[in-house]
């Protein structure tokens, strides 16, 4: 999620690169369970990823629309 966000990130892969990351986030729910995606999950992130990765949990795409 994070490098959809950035400034320079070339505008035609940021929504490809936001879908991609929720898309990953749903095979990590649906397909991993042992790894929970929790409050310590994310507060073992880098600080710079922690937004990017709540935004990608409150996501919805379950596949990307390439």
Not at 29 to 43: C, E, N, S
Request: glycine share 8%.
């Amino acid at each position: 999620m994070w490098l959809s966000a950035r400034e320079d990130r070339d505008p035609a892969k940021m929504l490809r690169d936001r879908q991609q990351a929720e898309v990953m986030v749903q095979v990590l729910r649906d397909r991993l369970p042992q790894f929970p995606l929790d409050a310590a999950f994310q507060a073992g992130l880098p600080k710079s990823l922690r937004a990017g990765f709540g935004q990608a949990l409150r996501g919805g795409t379950r596949t990307p629309n390439w």
